[in-house]
């Protein structure tokens, strides 16, 4: 069967692109890359794209007068080369409405919190500073408003009492790599349905598997 088309968008360094790209190396993994998109020359995950001799391209906001042209010019390139669902990996550019609804059920995003809890920036510092025990990440699907669409995979990891922002981030991008990876599969098998905001998967067997407890949650 045909490989699902991704177009990954990137603005940095790629780490969750990478788990992507070791992922697709295993022909039977029902995706393929066939975009990575940077609104930036200098992020380091072109290079690991380019590595494992991915088409890359780079769409550079400053290039253009407003975001709808700029959007205009990343949905060129997507198309052009096929893309069927758009995997934002550390993008840092807000996207508009417009984008969003052309894209409605075929674009996806990783956030480094469990949603709704801590959407936007500086993610770490700002549970660390709430007290809260949990920390962990989400994919979920684009909407409008940022960091808040059909919630897909989570993963939980605990916050230590000695954890800094640094510390817990590196917690939290392990268990991102695990579901990312795991929720482009289930797009890719036909198993994610939209229903009024919530995602239904059908068939995936273990119930756990819709929020994993990330390695070190074991404490
Ligand atoms: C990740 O923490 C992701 O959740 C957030 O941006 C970061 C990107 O990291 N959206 P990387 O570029 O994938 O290493």
């Known amino acids: 069967m045909a490989r699902l088309k991704l177009g990954v968008l990137i603005s940095g360094r790629g780490t969750n692109l990478q788990a992507l790209i070791d992922a697709a190396a295993d022909p039977a993994f029902p995706a393929e890359i066939a975009l990575v998109l940077s609104n930036r020359g200098d992020a380091a995950g072109l290079v ?39 995997c934002l990996a550390g993008f840092m550019r807000l996207l508009t409405a417009r984008f969003v609804d052309f894209w409605a059920g075929k674009a996806i995003n990783i956030h480094p919190s469990i949603l709704p809890a801590f959407p936007g920036l500086d993610t770490h510092r700002r549970a660390i500073d709430a007290g809260v025990r949990f920390a962990g990440a989400t994919v979920h699907y684009l909407s409008a408003e940022m960091d808040a669409g059909p919630i897909i995979l989570q993963a939980a990891t605990p916050i230590l009492p000695e954890d800094d922002p640094d510390s817990l981030a590196a917690r ?39 929020a994993l407890p990330a390695k070190s949650a074991a404490v």
């Open 172 to 210: 939290v991008l392990e268990a991102e790599h695990v579901i990312y990876v795991r929720a482009v599969r289930w797009i890719a098998e036909g198993r994610v349905t939209i229903t009024d905001g919530r995602t239904r998967i059908r068939d995936v067997g273990d119930a756990a598997a819709y």
């Open 48 to 86: 690991r794209a380019e590595a494992a001799g991915i088409p890359t391209a780079v769409v550079r906001h400053r290039d253009f007068a407003d975001r709808p042209a700029f959007e205009d010019a990343l949905n060129e390139t997507l198309a052009r080369a096929g893309v069927e669902l758009v």
